[in-house]
Structure formats: C-alpha cells, structure tokens
C-alpha cells in the first residue's frame, strides 16, 4: 500500500467539498496553493465559471481530475427519456472538454425524484431496468469520446431518490452484463461513505480489478449521521477502517487519486484554507 504520510500527491479534491466557500475558480486557486494536483469538479460548478473558463483555469494551474460528477440520474418517465439522453451526452462533452479520466454516475432512484416532474411509480425493479437501458445507450455515445463511465453504487438510504444500484456487487453486475469485455469503457467509483458497512465489499474489490476500479472517494462516518446527505465526516472523525479499504482497491492495482469528497453543513461554515489544509494532513495521517 502506497505511504501517504509523508506528501499529499495522491489528494484530489471533490470540488463539492468547499462549494459553499467559493466557485470553482476559487477553489482550483486554493488546490494550487496547497499543492494539491487534482481536483474533481461538479457540473453545476463548471456551469456557473463557464465550460471554457473552467478548462483554462484547470489548464493554467496543471491540474489534473480524478473524475467528473456526474452523469446518471437514468430513470424518468417516457417524455423525458430524451431529456435524460441529452443531459448525459452533455455531461460526455463536458468531461471530455475539461480532461477528465471518467464520469461518475449516479444512477437515479425513483423516477419522480431522479427526474422531478416524471410521474410517481414504486416500482424500483422498473427503474433498475431503466438505469441500465439508460446505461447502455450513454456508453455507446461515450465510447466514441473514448470517456470510461464509473458507477457509482450509493448507500442503500438512497435507494429512493438518487440511486437504485446500492452495493458494488450490483454495480460489478451491470459492468458483466454491458461490458463483458472488460474493454475500460465501464467501471466502478468507489466511495467508502456508500460501501463500508457491506459484509461483501473486499470480495467484491477483489472482483472488480484494476482495469474497473475507475475512481476512489473517501470521507468518514460519523455515528450518529445526523443528515444521510449532508452530514459526511472528515476523515479520521468517524467509523470507517478507510485503510483497509484503501489497501483492498490498491491490492488490485489502483493507483490514481484517493479523492476527499465531503458534504457537510459543518465543514461548509469553516473557511476554504481551513477545510483544505485539514484534508491535506488527515490524507497523511489518517488515509
Ligand atoms: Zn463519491
């Protein structure tokens, strides 16, 4: 297992981290100051700077990305399919403008939720079927950009809203079944927020292997999660072993970015410097 404790170059920051504190601009201002070499931005952040801004910005400082967030939300009702369709292609495009190495997805709960305005159903079976129709149809326009796609499977307090594929064996399910080649077009993004209480997850890594273990993120978590959304941990401040799944995915080979990505009404009221500056030293202390 790679030594972190002694520099931080395998810290990449989800931008979402420090939304709240400024705009993207800001934030690959500050990831350059703290010699942080990657960053993982979010749509809405790269839309609100402009796409192209973004990319210059991202150029200038020579920072790299360990992902884009994200693609997904696959299920909606019929009127909205080529809403859906379209929105990823965009996001497609917009991955490929800023450099990004995969596209997150999310894969979206319930239609009414994962689309808002779609008509309200319970049939998760349904949507699941959905997602990876979706799924498909996203990576035969992504493989022409040459853009892997990551699932990413979220804890099953999701399942309703933001994603019906909640634990890695599903989402290695859907990579057998879409890409049985194992061509890099479909993989995984782990985070160890969503898959650290699973009983299975280190033979499910183990299952994945290097070439779809696309993306790692990590936080922690805190007893009691006071939010399930925006209640993540610093690292170090909760209940996850993250090392012994760091060295599970880094066992198979994985040796890209471990990626900080933390939603938290509370780390959003401290200052950027702050919040990145504690980031760098749990990364070499705690990861
Ligand atoms: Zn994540």
């Known amino acids: 297992m790679r030594d972190f404790s002694a520099d931080h170059r395998w810290l990449s920051l989800n931008t979402a ?11 690959i201002e500050t990831c350059a100051r703290h010699g942080i070499r990657a960053i993982d931005p979010w749509r809405d952040q790269v839309a609100a700077v402009g796409l192209e801004r973004a990319a210059r910005a991202v150029r200038e400082t020579g920072l ?40 997150v997805l ?22 699941r079927v959905q997602v990876e129709e979706a799924m498909a149809e996203m ?21 309703g809203d933001r994603a019906c594929v909640n634990t890695t064996k599903h989402a ?5 079944r879409l890409d049985p080649a194992r061509s890099g077009a479909l993989g995984v993004a782990l985070d160890v927020y969503h898959i650290w ?15 779809r273990l696309l993306a790692f993120h990590v936080c922690d978590w805190l007893v ?32 890209g970015y471990c990626e900080i990505e933390i939603f938290s009404d509370t780390w959003w009221t401290k200052s950027m410097d702050e919040v990145v500056r ?9 990861l």
């Open 64 to 103: 790299e990305l360990s992902g884009y967030c994200r693609g997904g939300m696959f299920t909606s009702d019929a009127p909205r399919r080529i809403e859906v369709r379209d929105d990823n292609r965009r996001a497609v495009d917009e991955a490929k403008a800023l450099g990004a190495p995969c596209i």
């Open 278 to 286: 504690t980031c760098i030293e749990r990364h070499r202390t705690v």
């Open 197 to 211: 209480w699973d009983p299975e997850v280190l033979g499910q890594i183990a299952r994945a292997g290097k070439d």
């Open 17 to 27: 981290t420090v939304r709240k504190q400024g705009d993207l601009l800001e934030i």
């Open 224 to 255: 009691p999660t006071k939010d399930i959304l925006n209640d993540r941990g610093m690292m170090g401040d909760g209940v996850i072993d993250i090392k012994s799944l760091r060295r599970a995915v880094e066992a198979q080979g994985f040796a």
């Open 139 to 159: 990576m035969d326009y992504a493989k022409t950009a040459k853009m892997p796609l990551a699932i990413e499977p979220l804890h099953p307090a999701y399942a």
């Open 172 to 176: 290695l399910d859907i990579c057998d």
């Open 106 to 127: 999310v894969v979206g709960g319930l239609p009414q939720y994962s689309r808002p305005g779609s008509a309200a159903t319970k049939d998760i079976a349904g949507a």
